[in-house]
């Protein structure tokens, strides 16, 4: 029998850390983008079906995508752009400041 459920990716946190992470099973892959709805409290309330206050939350779609694809389609004056629009430092200017970190760090690990 053919399992037909499609495979949705869930978001999880590790206890001491704020970066997530999904777990893919062996044949799937990452997805390329991912939709996520915020619920937010707006402080009123409405009454709910039996009377009771129910708080009115305003809702929002938001779409998180692969860096990795963006690198892939755009060109590198758009990617820049990109970055720079989320608080990056442009590509050249983020491989110049890693090179400078990693020799930072192997002149450490020769030291030792």
Known sequence: MKDDKKWVPEIVYQEDSTVPFIEVPEKEEMP???????????????PGPDGE???ICDMDIHIYFQYKKA????????????????GLETLD????EGRKISAKVSEKADLK
């Open 93 to 96: 200017k983020a491989i110049e």
């Open 53 to 55: 206050d129910v708080p």
């Open 32 to 46: 390329e983008k991912i939709y996520m709805f915020e619920y937010k409290k707006t402080g009123e309330y409405e």
């Open 71 to 86: 690198k892939e389609v755009l060109d590198k004056e758009t990617l820049d752009k990109v970055r720079v629009a989320f």
